[in-house]
T-cell receptor, first 116, second 113 residues
């Protein structure tokens, strides 16, 4: 069973550009969550999608957006990149909507974004 | 707000030493608790979990017990190996959080031969 696949794994952008990251969840998983990981702030929740609907959003500016497609694949977009957006962006999927002990998050390897 | 506090690292141990990584939490309800591990260049892997008080999660020789009275979920392993070198994250989720898992800052473990 394939795991959570994130593309691209590494990318370099310059300030002001925009970026789109892709996430393919485990087959059968309908919920996709995104997290940002930085050395200073640690792991922070960005947003979560279930059945193509954003159910929850973390405390990030509107430059961060996402969507989910009917096949559960998800993309996140960051517009007008800033130096502080340099981070590892992790996608995680779960079978059902609410994470719990019985419905855990499975993470991908991440997309490492460097903003110059 | 709901949060997790982990002992600061890095932690360096010799092979076969005993490992404890402390984790305490603050939550307004009754969270499910998790330990995730991150190896270099990889994402997070679920190590173990516990969903209610006094539950013990265990996997690959690691154990953690959900202690409601001390709001703790300390990770332990009796004999570490070099291959256990990684960053360990304690995390919690509450039912109303809608997948907004709260992670600790992570503890880097290095095991030397």
């Amino acid at each position: 069973k394939a795991g959570v696949t994130q593309t691209p794994r590494y990318l370099i952008k310059t300030r002001g550009q925009q970026v789109t990251l892709s996430c393919s969840p485990i087959s059968g998983h309908r919920s996709v969550s995104w997290y940002q990981q930085t050395p200073g702030q640690g792991l922070q929740f960005l947003f979560e999608y279930f059945s193509e609907t954003q159910r929850n959003k973390g405390n990030f500016p509107g430059r961060f957006s996402g969507r989910q497609f009917s096949n559960s694949r998800s993309e996140m977009n960051v517009s007008t990149l800033e130096l502080g957006d340099s981070a590892l962006y992790l996608c995680a999927s779960s079978m059902r909507a609410q994470v719990s002990g019985a419905n855990v998050l499975t993470f991908g390897a991440g997309s490492r974004l460097t903003v110059l | 707000g709901d949060s997790v506090t982990q002992m600061e690292g890095p932690v360096t141990l010799s092979e076969e030493a005993f490992l404890t990584i402390n984790c305490t939490y603050t939550a307004t309800g009754y969270p499910s608790l998790f330990w995730y591990v991150q190896y270099p260049g990889e994402g997070l892997q679920l190590l173990l979990k516990a969903t209610k008080a006094d539950d013990k999660g265990s996997n690959k020789g690691f154990e953690a017990t959900y202690r409601k009275e001390t709001t703790s979920f300390h990770l332990e392993k009796g004999s570490v190996q070099v291959s256990d070198s990684a960053v360990y994250f304690c995390a919690l989720i509450l039912k109303y959080n809608n997948n907004d898992m709260r992670f600790g800052a992570g503890t880097r473990l290095t095991v030397k031969p």
